[in-house]
T-cell receptor
């Protein structure tokens, strides 16, 4: 079975540029999460979806960040006007909505903002 | 939002030794707990879950949960160099969202 697929694996930007991250979750998983992981820290939730609906986006850092999952499958996370403080790895995870199902993570996109 | 305190920040153990990692959680609604492991350049991978008070053993790994204290731990017996990684505890209130600790960097020296 294919895992969670993310692209690109790496991105390097100048401050002020925009970037999009793409996630293809495991087929059939109804719940999709985006996490931000600064270097040598734990993943921090940004937003999550159940099917196409945003359940909680209160942790998105600012209106520079947006996320969509239009058909309840793939998802895109976008940063408008990136800042140096956005430097981190962006992780996508997916799961079924069941307590004994561990969210499965992709390899992440490592973003550097210069 | 769930706060998760994890300790120690880093840990060095000799090959064959025992590694012990600890976490405390702030949200008393937390009922489901996980340990994840992350090797360099990879995404986190679920190691084991624990949902009931007491100990749960899977091979060389033993997780412990005390819900009254909101405390979980992970013990790795007979540590191997391949166990060197970042380890995260994570709590899930009401099978909703996982909140992660800050991580423990484990180094197993041959």
């Amino acid at each position: 079975e294919a895992g969670v697929t993310q692209s690109p694996r790496y991105a390097v930007l100048q401050e002020g540029q925009a970037v999009s991250f793409w996630c293809d979750p495991i087929s059939g998983h109804d719940t999709l999460y985006w996490y931000q992981q600064p270097r040598d820290q734990g993943p921090q939730l940004l937003v999550y979806f159940r099917d196409e609906a945003v359940i909680d986006n209160s942790q998105l850092p600012s209106d520079r960040f947006s996320a969509v999952r239009p058909k309840g499958t793939n998802s895109t996370l976008k940063i408008q006007s990136a800042k140096q403080g956005d430097t981190a790895t962006y992780l996508c995870a997916s799961s079924f909505l069941q307590p004994n199902q561990a969210p499965l993570f992709g390899e992440g996109t490592r973003l550097s903002v210069l | 939002q769930q706060k998760v305190q994890q300790s120690p920040e880093s840990l060095i153990v000799p090959e064959g030794g025992m590694a012990s990692l600890n976490c405390t959680f702030s949200d008393r609604n937390s009922q489901y707990f996980w340990w994840y492991r992350q090797h360099s350049g990879e995404g986190p991978k679920a190691l084991m879950s624990i949902f009931s008070n007491g100990d749960k053993k899977e091979g060389r790994f033993t997780a412990h949960l005390n819900k009254a204290s909101l405390y979980v731990s992970l013990h790795i017996k007979d540590s191997q160099p391949s166990d060197s990684a970042l380890y995260f505890c994570a709590g899930m209130p009401n099978y909703n969202v996982l909140y992660f600790g800050s991580g423990t960097k484990l180094t197993v020296e041959p």
